[in-house]
């Protein structure tokens, strides 16, 4: 049943709990928190804020933190209407609850960059009504009028006398009086936190090994467990013998699960040598002749066919047939694992009368959905505590990982910890798509395009998260090709899907990732072909896209554009849109004479509307550029006889610190709503990059990752 929590509900109730002020959103159970004091339950974590009589601020987080730093931008928000003392300032993480749903998508979900976007009138609307009712509490034990009083770094101050009461003193007056309803909210010139650095509260903790991150859980009494799967997608155990593994020393129990068979142990390794012991009989299943070759063979073949239109505008066919001169292309990318630092692990404790569950989720709704479908227990009686992740990037959406715990827990009658190997991670993932993609531009007698063919031909997200496509279509796959920015007349983009039985799942910044790369690479073969400028191509095009044009402008001057580089260097330029903000990049690039690409320097110019932390946009772009340029470099999945080729980082390498650019972000000043951040500026990496490697060696780079012996001199 899904509860919504519309405005009202949320600024409804300001209620006394023990010693503080508390105000939130309601439960919906029907249960208020004042009720929970009166029956022995000193607080229930169901608000945005706490304070005590020592005036410290608890911030109720409800996003999870990996590593986008919304440990500290969420109390920022909160505590900037507020009017906080930040040196009193605490977070503390949410249970899982409909109370801490997003608004706009009703699940609680830290995704798709939007725990800013999507929660800050909300964060914003919690701290200036608490602050009002803080305000109007002092002014009633003063006798004076709210207008001659105000709310300053944790303080109420009456103006004329200069009479003051902290937070503390107030708490528990101001829970007597009613919320407002409509709480004023701050103009940006009156921001003391938004807008500014603000150091990250989580640092210290991670610095010295406080921070509790999934695979660091500690339950008493607790058994470590780990899982054999399938090694061919889709297959299932016909029949297996435990004799073996059993008689490892350490190994308590195994047992047969969803997902394959568990060994339960004392200890890790106790439960890898267990495993390792084990005798099984696999059905493989369909999917076991299986190969990358012939999945690219299948969509080779499809994408001489017309396919489903995601977009389209003007007469296509009619401009191809009758322009001066027609490009053609092929791009190709791979699949993608996730790779994330921390591999994929959860805790659970099963019993009679309850579960709870310890897991570095993104998905807190889905984590305690999975669990109550397991263990048949009402939603109430599944707790889900969220640690810091290490590493998400859409991987730890998915609960198969929750799944495993929650069953072998179950089956066995204890808490137990699993935990993946960095194979496991590497082999069973849900993975970015490999698609195939014809693309064909029609350009008039000065080298404008006219006419805009892109076929992409690929299985699809939406199948294999158990939704339905629309019209043939997927949306997840689209994004940065159906909604191209340029002024081109006729223009249409498809969709042809086709199963070929690899996981897949959302990857940072999902179709965009690897749509950007294509069409910005193209536009780059346009510009050339033009015998134009790239920067100034793309900018004459973008006339009807001003925030892309913004974006473009600011990377191309600050990297200095047009200007001289040290011998050996060329550039290249790419501009995107992605979950809710623009950004653009200039990558500076010399590849030498044995085919290999270094990138020296990266400037990025990025538009997110209100900046809430500036540093950590910066943190977030250099981690963004991280993350894809080792993609463009060295990400693919290969598939050999239903099984993934690659296991762990010696075949599935990242960037090195050694091979690290020097990375410039600029943010375009603006008072426009805070948008995306985690994926905005990954698109634009590898065209970037490829572009370079054309401006440097005139060789196009059409698929990826990029291969030295493709650029080597011969």
């Not at 003007?314 to 791009?331: F, H, S, T, W």
Request: hydrophobic share 40%; aromatic share 6%; net charge positive.
């Amino acid at each position: 049943m899904k509860t919504l929590v519309t405005r009202r509900l949320f600024l409804k109730g300001g209620l006394a709990v023990g010693a503080g002020l508390v105000i939130g959103l309601r439960l919906p159970t029907g249960r208020s928190p004042l009720e929970a004091a009166q029956q022995g339950r000193i607080f229930e974590p169901n608000a945005w804020i706490r304070i005590d009589r020592e005036g410290m601020v608890t911030i109720i987080n409800g996003q999870s933190e990996m590593g986008q730093g919304i440990l500290t931008s969420m109390p920022m928000v909160v505590a900037d209407e507020l009017e906080a003392d930040w040196t009193k300032v605490k977070v503390e993480q949410a249970p899982a609850d409909p109370a801490y749903n997003n608004p706009r998508r009703q699940a609680q979900f830290t995704n798709s960059s939007a725990s800013i976007r999507d929660h800050i009138e909300v964060w914003r609307r919690a701290g200036a009504a608490a602050k009002e009712m803080l305000i109007a509490a002092a002014a009633k034990e003063w006798g004076a009028p709210v207008s001659e009083c105000y709310a300053e770094q944790g303080t109420v101050i009456h103006r004329p006398s200069g009479r003051k009461l902290n937070y503390g003193e107030l708490a528990e007056k101001a829970a007597a009086l009613p919320v407002p309803q409509n709480p004023k909210l701050k103009t940006p010139d009156q921001f003391k936190f938004i807008g500014k650095k603000v150091s990250r509260l989580d640092t210290s903790d991670k610095v010295t090994g406080r921070a509790v991150f999934g695979i660091d859980v500690k339950v008493p009494g607790a058994l470590v467990a780990t899982v054999q799967r399938c090694p061919v997608f889709g297959g299932k155990v016909a029949s297996f013998d435990a004799t073996r593994a059993k008689a490892v020393r350490g190994v308590r129990h195994v047992v047969q699960i969803s997902s394959g068979i568990v060994v339960v142990a004392d200890s890790y390794w106790a439960a890898r040598r267990g495993r390792e012991a084990l005798q099984i009989n696999w059905d493989y299943g369909p999917n076991a002749s299986q190969n990358s070759a012939a999945i690219t063979r299948t969509y080779a073949d499809l994408a001489k066919q017309p396919a489903p239109v995601a977009r389209g505008e003007g007469d296509v066919a009619n401009a191809l047939q009758k322009a001066p001169r027609i490009l053609e292309a092929v791009y190709e990318v791979p699949f993608l694992a996730h790779a994330t630092m921390e591999p994929m692990n959860c805790t659970a404790h099963v019993r009679p009368d309850g579960c709870d569950v310890w897991a570095p989720t993104q998905s807190q709704t889905g984590a305690q959905q999975a669990a109550m479908r397991i263990t048949g227990l009402p939603r109430e009686k599944v707790r889900v505590h969220t640690t810091l992740l290490g590493g998400g990037f859409g991987r730890r959406g998915q609960t198969d990982f929750v799944e495993d715990a929650v069953e072998t827990s179950k089956a066995v009658g204890a808490p137990v910890k699993v935990i993946w190997s960095r194979e496991d991670d590497m082999q069973h993932d849900f993975y970015r798509p490999a698609t195939y993609n014809l693309l064909q531009a029609a350009l008039d007698s000065q080298g404008i395009p006219i006419g805009w063919l892109h076929r992409i031909v690929g299985p699809s997200i939406m199948v294999w998260q158990g939704q339905a496509l629309q019209n043939g279509i997927d949306r997840h796959m689209i994004p940065g090709a159906a909604d191209l920015p340029y002024a081109i007349p006729n223009l249409q983009v498809e969709y042809r899907y086709k199963e070929v039985g690899v996981p897949l799942g959302f990857w940072r910044s999902v179709g965009e990732s690897q749509n950007a790369f294509i069409t910005e690479s193209f536009m780059d073969e346009l510009a050339h072909a033009a015998g134009k400028d790239p920067y100034e191509y793309r900018r004459m095009l973008l006339g009807k896209s001003p925030r892309h044009r913004g974006v473009l402008e600011l990377a191309a001057t600050k990297a200095g554009w047009g200007t001289p580089l040290p011998s050996g260097r060329h550039r290249g330029i790419a501009v995107a849109y992605s979950h809710g903000s623009w950004a653009a990049q200039v990558a500076e690039v010399s590849v030498s004479p044995e085919g290999s690409v270094r990138v020296h320097r990266v400037v990025c110019a990025v538009d997110c509307g209100l900046a809430v932390n500036p540093d950590q946009i910066r943190a977030q772009v250099e981690g963004s550029v991280v993350f894809g340029l080792t993609a463009a470099l060295y990400g693919a999945i290969t598939i050999e006889n239903g099984r993934v080729q690659q296991s762990n980082f010696h075949d599935y390498p990242m960037l090195r610190m050694n091979e690290m650019p020097t990375v410039e972000v600029h943010i375009v000043p603006s008072a426009e709503r805070p948008s995306g951040v985690g994926e905005a500026a990954v698109p634009q990496i590898a065209p970037a990059v490829v572009n370079a490697i054309f401006a440097a060696t005139g060789k196009r780079i059409r698929r990826l990752p990029i291969r030295a012996e493709e650029l080597k001199k011969s």
